[in-house]
């Protein structure tokens, strides 16, 4: 399993290089501007909601579709204009889209026959990615006799097995079930940093791309607003947009009135206290702007907290138990609903704040992000 240090070491080759892509359908504009460079290495996830030009940009990348202008470089070729089959890329497809009427080995055998290989290296190859994905037993089975995860699997050695320099996955997951999804999500980001192949991934699933990600691009409108590591997008938005997309969080708008190089205050209608945030943003006083805090940075009490800033009281409206979190949902006297995140550490937790109570809400200067945007 990929660590932490793992997952935001430093690549410095260049293997995707984007230049200013622009798609068009017609009038319509999939993929609008995007300037985008992917290493060597990396599993680079491409984030967004339905409709927001991930998936074509993957494809364009896969020579499936082709850009109105821009270039793409793949290892320092330019491949806009070559066929797919010309490119060092491979792709695993939502669907999977297996042969039925072969067993595992011949599915996995398929492209490096249409290659030309010689017998001896395919059977070598077919061999190594068995083992590799663990399904050496179920090389005789067809597709229909397996499991949807052992199908994932059986999709994911014929897209290596070609040692492709990138592997493109759109929505790689999205059939199999939570518990399944999870467990193949470590499986996946195992393979991939084993085998050290660029995989590139089409998630609309944002703990997904926390999960198995290097960087995450956010894309919305056919355009990327924020590129970076899972942990540092969720814990410094530069937007609304990002901050309310990558996970859940509360979102408080304000206005701007002592700003210091390392603390703002922000006084907001929606909070009974005045907001004081420990960084600075470079903001004009007077502005508009929006404090973003995560529900699990959030604490909640019966009992009124010593501090002054960052502070309210309401009533406990509704609670959401999911067994290892609670989730509350407290409306302040102003009317805002906040969510906050206790953890269940033991089994009478649940009893401590129940509904209708009234309690008080806090957090600490530091957990919140001020965002302009």
Not at 124 to 142: H, I, N, Q, T, Y
Not at 144 to 152: A, D, I, P, T
Not at 200 to 226: F, K, L, N, Y
Not at 309 to 327: C, E, P
Request: glycine content about 8%.
């Amino acid at each position: 399993m990929t660590t932490l240090a793992a997952a935001t070491r430093t690549h410095t080759k260049p293997i995707i290089e984007i230049q200013d892509v622009v798609k068009k359908f017609g009038d319509f504009t999939a993929v609008n501007g995007v300037t985008l460079t992917i290493h060597q290495g990396e599993l680079f996830s491409l984030l967004g909601g339905s409709g927001c030009g991930k998936s074509t940009l993957l494809r364009m990348i896969a020579g499936f579709e082709e850009p109105t202008s821009g270039r793409i470089l793949i290892d320092g070729q330019d491949v806009v204009g070559l066929p797919p089959y010309e490119r060092p890329v491979n792709m695993m497809f939502q669907s999977y889209a297996l042969f039925p009427h072969m067993s595992v080995e011949q599915n996995i055998a398929f492209g490096l026959k249409q290659d030309g290989l010689p017998r001896a290296e395919i059977a070598a190859r077919v061999d190594e990615m068995l083992r590799m994905v663990e399904l050496s037993r179920f090389a005789k089975r067809k597709p229909h006799q397996l499991s949807g995860g052992q199908r994932q699997r059986v999709a994911l050695a014929r897209s290596l097995a070609k040692r492709p320099k990138v592997l493109l996955l759109d929505e790689p997951l999205s059939a199999l079930d939570k518990k399944l999804r999870e467990r193949t999500q470590l499986e996946l980001v195992d393979i991939q940093d084993n085998l050290g192949v660029t995989f590139i991934m089409v998630t609309h699933d944002q703990e997904e791309a926390m999960t198995m990600s290097t960087r995450v691009a956010v894309m919305d409108a056919g355009e990327i607003v924020q590129v970076d590591h899972p942990h540092a997008m969720y814990e410094y938005p530069n937007s609304r947009f990002v901050a309310e997309f990558f996970g859940s969080v509360n979102m408080f708008e304000g206005t701007l009135v002592e700003d210091e190089p390392d603390y703002v205050v922000i006084e907001s209608p929606e909070v009974g206290s005045r907001i004081y945030v420990s960084h600075g943003i470079s903001g004009r006083q007077g502005s508009v702007v929006w404090v973003a805090v995560r529900p699990e940075k959030v604490f909640i009490s019966k009992n009124q907290p010593t501090q002054l800033d960052n502070v309210d009281r309401g009533k406990v409206t509704d609670i959401v138990y999911l067994g290892g979190i609670s989730t509350y949902m407290v409306t302040l006297t102003s009317g805002k609903v906040v969510r906050v995140t206790v953890p269940n550490v033991t089994r009478q937790a649940e009893a401590e704040i129940t509904w209708e109570d009234e309690v008080w809400i806090y957090w600490r200067p530091e957990s919140a992000v001020v965002v302009q945007q």
